[in-house]
């Protein structure tokens, strides 16, 4: 399976993003991690793809939602009230962080 991430950019604080990631194949669950500069790499949302259970990070919840596209085998990942702390290299994986799509940059400026 192969993954193609896309949607980062740069935004000003309190703004939104939307980061899309497209599977070549069907998958059981797809999520997305972080990394920032000098950081290890963290674990950011999830969705289950046939139940729709999803789970986040505690530093996103009520700002991020994860969704997916079951005929077009992508998922989603809504940014809202971004701040500078979510500034990062977003990847997006599947089934178990077994495969993982190429980074997108997103940098949020105060």
């Known amino acids: 399976v192969q993954l193609q991430a896309s949607g980062g950019g740069l935004v000003q604080a309190g703004g939104s993003l939307r980061l899309s990631c497209a599977a070549s194949?069907?998958?059981?669950?797809m999520g997305w991690s972080r990394q920032a500069p000098g950081k290890e790499r963290e674990f950011v949302a999830a969705?289950?793809?046939?139940?729709?259970?999803?789970v986040y990070a505690n530093s996103v919840k009520g700002r991020f939602t994860i969704s997916r596209d079951y005929a077009k085998n992508t998922v989603y990942l809504e940014m809202n009230s971004l701040n500078p702390e979510d500034t990062a290299v977003y990847y997006c994986?599947?089934?178990?962080?077994?495969?993982w799509g190429q980074g997108t940059q997103v940098t949020v400026s105060s």
């Open positions: 969705i289950n793809w046939s139940s729709d259970n999803t």
């Open positions: 994986s599947a089934d178990g962080e077994r495969y």
């Open positions: 194949g069907r998958t059981f669950a």
